[in-house]
């Protein structure tokens, strides 16, 4: 029975950790610009992140070591440091993001205005990192991220054309006045946000702070092939409504008021209610994730001592580079810089550093020093060869889609 | 010595003299770009406090957060009549700059005024300014699709 209540708390927690501000904004981008064209990509990017994350935590479970670890161990200091650098900027970028997620989603809530909110917000999610237990933080904010469900509830009641959706998200039918650069940049950036990089080193890191054990992998999979493509549906309900009530009114998305207009219309006060509550516990989890996951990569890189299953005192320098790194978001987001902007150029940076992110990862989850007889199958090395060609491609095109669309204005 | 130290006070101010404050002068096509994109954006946010006062009046919305929606259309839709204002446009299309450059300043004078009315909990006068955001969307999408 307690086996069975962890995994369904593993698959809820997972479900309702899945969504970041890089899914919220994009996707209600997208669904406000493109309907459900990019449906696909979505599907995609989701199994592309249960691919490798089913990996890292095979790794973690079975070697007791997580991923950054492993990497500068298996593949020389040079290209560690290679993966370390841009898999953490990415990260960095990410943290700044979510507290400025977290900043705006309060604000929508008390008027006040998001700048005040931030060196707020970064001493609650620093406080939370230095102090509260890894599964606690986990579990409540996982839980409290469900109530983003709110989104399919209000899809339902929007109630759709659901033979509409499937046939513009299989024909790939974007809207006549778009371009297909256009088109494909944003596809390139839902790709990004679906497969950020922070969600494979959290993933295995905190499998490493759980104690994960090889009989612990049924579980761990349940996690990743249930909870996961699950979290995908809602983000496809994201778009879902904003095509459903944005994109008629010519509505594109730039501020996180207008991701949550549909639910409102749909549902009203209480529906939006829940979802401020789902748009805070989703950022704020998903801060501390990042803040976590900055953490966890240097300190895994130097050697360090990391991780909150040891005592503050015993991970000095781990907790450090968290408290510096949270110092440095507050500073970057106090610059007044849009945090709705820097979501966008992170979930693009993101997929600019895919390859590098999980190329090591695959190469890892092959070595039989490590993971004996847990290597990949044929199956997970061939899916994994598949999206590495997928996540090359989309990195070599991010930069000058980016350039060329301006951005996807 | 002091022919150099008047030639340093000098010479800035010969050089910035010949570097005065001009708008940019895009062509016509690249005006048209910037003036496509404002109008666009100008669609989404009057179309945005359209919505949040018709939420407002069936009493979808809680608190603050319509204000603080409107807040953030009223600052975008300042960025996006900036965009176009700061252009100096090619005497060719000059009527044309001047309509674009009056819906504009029209919406971000309605954005505000139902932010105001928002803020001043007015609710008499929201299907007044609804009708009138509702209007607006209209020329606003009418004047780009003609661009």
Redesign the interface.
Known sequence: MKKYLAVALGILTAIGGFVDIGDLVTNAVVGSRFGMSMGLVVVVGVLGICVYAEMSGRVAAVSRRATFDLVRERLGPRLGMLNLTASMLVTFLTFIAEIGGVALSL?????VSYLLLVPFVAFVVWLVLWRAKFSHMENVLGLLGLCLIVFSVALWQLGPDWGDYVSQAARFAKPGGEKWTTWAYYAVALFGAAMTPYEVFFFSSGGVEEKWTPEDLGVMRANVFIGFPLGGLLSLSIAGVATA?LLP???????L??V??PV??AL??IG??IL?VGFVAATFGAACETGLSVGYSIAQYFGWQWGKYVTTREATRFHAMILVSTLAAVAVLLTAVDPILVTEASVVFSAVALPLTYFPILVVANDPDYLGEYVNGRLANGLGLVYLVLLTVVAVAALPLMVITGMG? | MGRSVAGLLVAPLLLTTGCGLVPARPDAAAWRDTAS?AL??A??LV??A???LR?EE????????G???LV??ED?MGKAVDSVDTLQPPASIEKEASHVSDLLAEADDAVQTAREALVSGDQASYPRLRHHLDAL?DQL?KAGGTL
């Open positions: 604000e929508l809530v008390s008027s009530v009114q010519g509505i594109g998305v730039d501020s008021g207008q949550g207009l409102a219309v009203g006060k939006l209610a401020i204005a | 994109t666009d954006d669609v989404a179309g945005t359209s919505m949040v939420e069936r009493q979808h919305v809680l608190g603050g957060y204000v603080a929606t953030h259309a975008a969307h999408q």
